[in-house]
C-alpha cells in the first residue's frame, strides 16, 4: 500500500519534470533517454552596497524561502490526500479504479515524444514464456491472475509495454535472471488507455541479450458480453446455470491478463486455473495434475503449449459433460456441451466428422497435427459461429450441436462448413500465424477454402468445391468487391481499431476465390507440394504474403515452370476489386477476338480515374462451342488493357465460353450476338455447357445488366431456360439474383407481373418433382443431396414468388402440426413451410410457433423457428418480436441480429426493421460495437434492401449524426442504396416494358 501511494505521488512530479525539460528546449536525445536537468546560467558580480540595504535584502530572501516552505508542504499536503482518496477509490470497485487512473493518466497532458503513444509495440522486448494463474468466483463474476513473463531484451529500454484493457493492475515487479535474481528499481507504471497499454518505467534501462521478468497481480470482471473472459448462461431442468469462456481474437487477450498482445509476439504458455469443484475448467492443453483443496476449491495445472500467439490462447470454466475419441495417431478428440445435449447425442456427428478431419489434414499438408488433444466446446452464447483456439475451439451451439431427426440437409451442410474451417485453422493460423493483420486472408482464406475440399473429402457426392463454392464464395464476394467502397485483401492496418475492417468477407471469400485460381493455374499436386512447404518453414512461427508467393514460386520452378507468383498475385492482393473480361468475335477471316479487361464496377460513374488504370494478368481459360459439342479448354494470359487472339475453329455458328468451371476471379462479357447464341444453347440442349458454366452465366449476365454493362431484358431470357435444367446449382444461382430483384421489385406497383413471369419459368419443375414423401413409417423418404436440394430451391422459389398450390401445402403441414401435436414436416423444407405459414395465418400461427420456440430444446429447430417469427405480414407481431429480442432474455444475444435483418427482408417490416435499428442505435453499437463482423453485418442486413429516395437521405442524416463507429460498413450502406435508387430511376421501366410484351407474362 505504501509503495503504490508513493508511486501515485511521485508522477506528477516526474510528468512536470519532463515537460520542463522539453520547454527549454532540450529535446531528448531519443525516446527512451533519461530526464535531462537544465541549469540556469549564473553571472557574478562585486557590488558594494550599505549595510543597512544587505540587511534589507537578507529578510527578503529569508521571508521569501519561508513563504516557500509553505507552500512546498501544502503542495505536498494536497498530493497526499489525493492520493489516498485515489488509493481509497480502487479498493471500491474496478470500474470506479479503472476510472480514476484514467481520469489521473489523462490529466497530464503527455507530450508526442512518449513511446506509449505508439500504435505499435515497440519491439525492444521479446516474449519468451508465460505462466498465467487465474482464480475464478463464478459467484460474482469476477476473476483475479498473477502472470509471469520471461522477457528477452532485444533493444535498450527503460520501458516494458504490456497490453492491458479493463484490468485492475494491484502489483508490478520486474526481475533481472543471471546469476543473482534480484527485483529492479521501477520508476513509476501507469497505463495509457488509448491504447490500451500498461507501461513499467524503470530506473535504469533493461540491457540488450539479457532476459528478465514481470510479475504482475491483477483483478477483472467476467463481463456479461461477448468479449475477452466472459460469461453465458443455459437453463437445465428448470436451473439457470452459468459458465465463462475467453473470446480473444483478434485483441481481447489484454481484457484477462497483462501481455504482448499482437499476433508477432509468440511465447510458450502454462496455465493453472483455481475455481470452485461444481466446475471443470478446460484450455489449449490436458490437464498435468488437479489439486483439490479442503475449502471445495480445486486448481488445475495445464501443461505448457507450443509457441503461439495471445489471441489462441484459450480457457473455459463450465459444468458441461463430454464424450470423446482417438484418431488412429492417439490424438484425443472431446466434445464438451450441455448435459442434455451431450445425452442426447447431438454431439456425435461433429465428434466424428473431426476424427476423420484431422486425418485429412494431415494427409493433405503432410503436416502433424501439434497438440496431443482437441476439445470442441459448444457455448450457447458466442460473438462468431466459432474461434479455432488452438486445442480448444470454441462454437456458438447451433453451428456444431445437430439433431439427426430435426435438422436439414441445408443445416447438416452448416455444420459440417464451420467444423472443416475451424479445424483447417490448426495448421492455418494456430501453426502458422500472419505477421500482422494486413494479412489475415493468409489464415481466413485458406480455411473458407478449405471448408469445400474438406466437405468434399466427407461427401464426394456433394461436390462443394466445384459447385456450391461458386454461389456461396465466388457470387458473393464479387457482388461486395464490385463495389466503389471496396478494398484491396491486403490493406494497411495501423492501429487495433483499424483491425475490423479486414475481418470481412473480402478477407474470407475472395481470399479464398484467389486461392482456388491459383491452386487451378498451378495444379493440385503442385500446389500441396508449395503449401508443405510453406508450413514446414515456418511452422510455430509467422509469415507473410511474400513467403507464400516464394514457395509457390519455388514449386513450380521445380516444375520447371517460371512463373512469378508474387508479380502475379500482388495485382490481385493490393488492388481493390476485379475485371470484366469482354470477349468479343472479330469480323474477320483470321478467326481472331479481341479480349479486353476493365475495373468491374456496379456504378460506372463512381470509377474514379486511379481505379481506371487498374490492370490485372489474368488466367482466362476459353472454349468454343456449338449445338452439341464444346472444344478443350486452352489458356489465354490476359495482361494488357486490349489484346487480339487467334482462336482455333470459331465460325458464325459457333459460340464462345470464358473462364471454364469459374476457376477465375472475374466476370466474362461477350458482345451481343454471342449472348444470343449461349442462350439459344442454354434453350436448345444445356448440358453441352458445364454445370459451373451455367451458374455463372445466370450470375455473370444478371450482374452485368445491373451494373447497366448489357440491357435488362438479357437477364430476363435467360431464365428461360430453367425449366429444362435438372441440375441444382444453376436453379440456386438463379434463386440468389431472383432474390436480389424480388427485394427491389417487391413494393413497386408493377410486382405482380414480375412475380408472375418468375412462377411461370418454376412450374414446371415444381410439379415434376413435387414435394418431400414420407415413407410407411412416417419418416421421410430421403433422396440424393443433389434432388434433395434441388426440390427444396424449387419449392422456396414456388412459395416466394405467389404459388397457390406450394401455399396451400405449406397451411395443410401447418394445420396437421398445430391438431395432432406431432410434427411431420419434412426437416429440409420446414423453414420454407413455417416462413409461408405465418405469412398466410392467423395470429394463433404466429403464437404457436413463439411457443414451439420457447419448448424445442432442439437448437437447430430453434433456429428455424425464429426466422419463421419474422415472416409475419402483421407489423404489430413483428414490432412485439423486435422489442422482445432486444428488452428480454428470451432470444439469444447471437440472434438479435438476425432478427432484426430478417425483419427487414419482409416488405411488411421492412420500415419497422430501418425504425428499429435507428432508434435502438446506441444500445446495439454498445452491445456489438466491438464484435468483428457483428456491426457490418447489421448494417448491411437492414439498409441492402432500402431503395427509395427518401430512405436514401434518411441513411445519409442518420450516419451524419449517428455514423462515427462503423464508417466502412454506412460508406458500403450508402452505395449499395444509391445503385438500387440509380437502377429504379434508369432501368426498372426498360425492364418492366420488356415483361410487359414478353410472350410468357
Known sequence: MALDNTREKSLSFTSMVI??????????SDQWAD??????????????????????????????????????????????????????????????????????????????????????????????????????????????GEVSIELQCLNSTKYVFLHADRLAVQKAVVYSEGKKTRALKIHRHFRYPANQVFVIAMHRELEPQKNYKVNITFQAHIEDELLGFFRSSYVLYGEKRYLAVTQFSPTHARKAFPCLDEPIYKATFKISIKHESTYLSLSNM??????????????????????????????????????????????????????DAIQRGSGDYALHITKRLLGFYEDYFKVKYSLPKLDLLAVPKHPYAAMENWGLSVFVEQKILLDPGVSSISYLMDVTMVIVHEICHQWFGDLVTPVWWEDVWLKEGFAHFFEFLGADFLFPDWHMEKQRFLTDVLHEVMLLDGLASSHPISQEVLKAT?????????????????????????????????????????????????????????????????????????????????????????????????????????????????????????????SVGNSSHISPESIIWVSNRTESHKIVSVDDGSWLL???????????????????????????????????????????????????YLPQNIPLEIVRYLSQEKEFLPWHAASRVLYHLDKLLDRTEEYSIFSEYILKQVASMYHKLGWPTSAVNGSVAQATYQTEELRREVIMLACSFGSKHCHQQAITLISEWISSNKNRIPPNVRDIVYCTGVSLMDEDVWEFMWMKFHSSTAISEKKVLLEALTCSDNTFLLNRLLNLSLSSDLVPDQDVIDVIIHVGRNPHGRHLAWKNFREKWDILNTRYGEALFINSKLINGVTEFLNTEAELNELKDFIQTNGGGAAAAFARAVEIVEANVRWHSLFEEEFFQWLRKSPTS
Open 286 to 339: 490436458p490437464v498435468e495434475a488437479s489439486i483439490s483443496e479442503e475449502d471445495g476449491w480445486v486448481t488445475d495445472y495445464f501443461s505448457r503449449t507450443p509457441r503461439m500467439s495471445t489471441y489462441y490462447l484459450a480457457w473455459a470454466v463450465c459444468n458441461f459433460t463430454f464424450k470423446e475419441t482417438v484418431t488412429d495417431s492417439g490424438i484425443t478428440i472431446r466434445l464438451y456441451a450441455r448435459p
Open 498 to 622: 483499424d483491425i475490423d475492417r479486414v475481418f470481412d468477407w473480402i478477407a474470407y471469400k475472395k481470399g479464398a476465390a484467389l486461392i482456388r485460381m491459383l491452386a487451378n493455374v498451378m495444379g493440385q499436386p503442385v500446389f500441396q507440394m508449395g503449401l508443405n512447404d510453406y508450413l514446414i518453414t515456418h511452422m510455430y512461427g509467422n509469415a507473410g504474403r511474400d513467403d507464400l508467393w516464394n514457395k509457390f514460386s519455388e514449386a513450380m520452378q521445380k516444375e520447371g515452370r517460371d512463373i512469378n507468383i508474387k508479380e502475379v498475385m500482388d495485382l490481385w492482393t493490393l488492388q481493390m476489386g476485379y475485371p470484366v473480361v469482354t470477349i468479343t468475335k472479330n469480323d474477320s477471316v483470321d478467326n481472331s477476338v479481341t479480349i479486353s479487361q476493365e475495373h468491374f464496377i456496379f456504378d460506372i460513374k463512381d470509377s474514379a480515374p486511379s481505379n481506371s488504370s487498374f490492370q490485372w494478368q489474368i488466367p482466362l481459360t476459353i
Open 35 to 144: 530526464t535531462v536537468v537544465v541549469r540556469p546560467r549564473t553571472t557574478e558580480r562585486h557590488i558594494t552596497v550599505h549595510k543597512r540595504l544587505v540587511l534589507a535584502f537578507a529578510i527578503s530572501i529569508l521571508t521569501l524561502i519561508i513563504v516557500t516552505v509553505i507552500a512546498v508542504l501544502l503542495s505536498v499536503k494536497f498530493e497526499e490526500c489525493n492520493a489516498d482518496s485515489t488509493a481509497s477509490a480502487s479498493h471500491g470497485n474496478l470500474t470506479k479504479f479503472n476510472q480514476s487512473r484514467d481520469a489521473l493518466f489523462n490529466h497530464r497532458g503527455e507530450d508526442s515524444f512518449q513511446p506509449w503513444r505508439q500504435l505499435r509495440l515497440p519491439g525492444s522486448l521479446r516474449p519468451l514464456q508465460y505462466d498465467l494463474h487465474i482464480t475464478v468466483f463464478m459467484d460474482n463474476f469476477t476473476f483475479s
Open 658 to 708: 470464358g473462364n471454364i468451371n469459374q476457376t477465375g476471379y472475374f466476370r466474362v462479357n461477350y458482345d451481343l450476338r454471342n449472348w444470343r447464341l449461349l442462350i439459344e444453347q442454354l434453350m436448345r440442349n444445356p448440358e453441352v455447357i458445364s454445370v459451373g458454366n451455367r451458374a455463372g452465366l445466370i450470375d455473370d449476365v444478371f450482374n452485368l445488366a445491373r451494373a447497366g
Open 19 to 28: 515537460e520542463d525539460t522539453m520547454r527549454n528546449g532540450r529535446g531528448l
